[in-house]
């Protein structure tokens, strides 16, 4: 009984110790001590590339001309439209320019009215919108409009997230931050440290690892989440040991065990 319970205790003051996980392990945009220190308040220059069409984008088109704006004003669509691409969004989780907006085909092309097919991918929405203005010139001698946006950011978050899912932003520009909490955070046993981040080029798709503990992933081109993105986060190794996932939780964990323990010793008796 003596030898029981000083395993007991051996193993309670092993799992106190590396049961738990550490707040450096949790802790976004830190120092490293292997890295240049970055201080608070620091600018930290980048320049964002231009962000080129892929298979499988949507965009949204505006095009109007003197007459449209005359009527309209210059509103982009007339408030019925809104208020249907309101309903979409209702039906659609969010993605108002899945049933409204131009999706880029396997060939580059988008399908518009009366012009037929407009060559886009591999262009940026400013090279996009020129090629389809001069699409339109043939059709249209008045003075004209064309605006060109991308239907929002749209990725994918997989694995520790606490609401994993695809997601649909609409805005023009997302950090890497915003996206993990606009999925919920990560859970506590998330490896922050190597989180995976899968992005379609125009050759294919690559995969990179990132560091979010390190504050360098602010300089980094994966600061900036891209159209078509995946995250994926692994979970650490505390998870695979059933331990907790802090000194609470560990505890309720072992003295659990030690009552079960009891409890089948007494049966046995």
């Known amino acids: 009984m003596r030898k029981l319970l000083k395993g007991v205790s051996f193993s309670l003051v092993f799992l106190m110790a590396f049961g738990c996980i550490s707040n450096e392990k949790i802790i976004y945009l830190q120092n490293l001590e292997e890295n240049q220190t970055i201080e ?9 590339p231009e962000y080129k069409l892929q ?19 210059f509103n982009n669509k007339p408030p019925q439209t809104n208020a249907q691409m309101g309903n ?3 039906q659609s989780g969010g993605d108002i320019y899945y049933m409204t907006g131009y999706s880029v085909d ?18 940026t929405l400013e090279e996009a919108r020129l090629t389809i203005e001069e699409s339109m010139r043939k059709y249209v001698t008045s003075e004209l409009y064309v605006k060109v946006k991308l239907g929002g950011v749209r990725y994918s978050a997989l694995g520790e997230f606490r609401r994993p899912g695809k ?10 931050f915003e996206a993990i909490a606009n999925a919920g955070d990560l859970t506590t046993v998330a490896k922050r440290d190597e989180v995976l981040l899968i992005r379609q080029y125009p050759e294919g798709t690559r ?8 504050r360098q992933v602010v300089e980094s081109p994966f600061y900036f989440i891209q159209p078509n993105d995946q995250l994926y986060v692994e979970p650490m190794k505390v998870r695979e040991t059933g331990t907790g996932e ?3 939780q560990t505890l309720a964990l072992l003295f659990s065990g030690i009552s079960a323990l009891a409890l089948i010793l007494n049966l046995i008796k």
């Open 40 to 48: 608070d308040g620091e600018l930290i220059e980048y320049e964002i």
């Open 55 to 73: 298979y499988n984008d949507i965009i949204d088109v505006n095009i109007q001309t003197v007459e449209d704006m005359v009527q309209l004003g």
């Open 88 to 90: 979409v969004s209702a």
């Open 106 to 123: 396997q060939s580059g092309n988008i399908r518009l009215p009366i012009v037929g097919e407009v060559q886009v991918k591999d262009k």
């Open 167 to 176: 997601y649909v932003v609409l805005q023009d520009r997302m950090t890497i």
């Open 207 to 214: 995969l990179h690892r990132i560091n979010l503990l390190d």
């Open 246 to 248: 802090n000194t609470a």
